[in-house]
């Protein structure tokens, strides 16, 4: 089993930087691609973007430019760069894991809080 733990919430000021992490632990060897995604209080939840494998990254139109997405393969923990950060990012953050092959399904961790005040 793969389980995944982000951290690194909290509250940040308009303009501010956060980065989250995401742990992953158990099978690791079954992860392919790692997402971040958000869910905002009354709205669906959206994709930010991802990171292969590889290294290749994904972001969502509306998140390119202020957030990065990395991965450490040796820690096997993505992180999130969120940079001038606005009130409309806040959030509850999640990372989810693409296993392989594909009928393994996907991992969700439990999310982080980001509270941006204006």
């Known amino acids: 089993q793969v389980q995944l733990v982000e951290s690194g919430g909290g509250l940040v000021q308009a303009g501010g930087s956060l980065r989250l992490s995401c742990a992953a632990s158990g099978s690791t060897s079954e992860i392919s691609t790692i997402g971040w995604y958000r869910q905002a209080p009354g709205k669906q939840r959206e994709l930010v973007g991802d990171?292969?494998?590889?290294?290749?990254?994904n972001y969502a139109e509306s998140m390119k430019g202020r957030f990065t997405i990395s991965r450490d393969n040796a820690k096997y923990t993505v992180y999130l760069q969120m940079n001038s950060l606005k009130p409309e990012d806040t959030a509850v953050y999640y990372c989810?894991?693409?296993?392989?092959?594909?009928?393994?399904?996907?991992?969700w961790g439990q999310g982080t809080q980001v509270t941006v005040s204006s």
């Open positions: 990171i292969a494998s590889g290294g290749f990254t």
């Open positions: 989810n894991a693409d296993l392989k092959p594909a009928w393994r399904g996907t991992r």
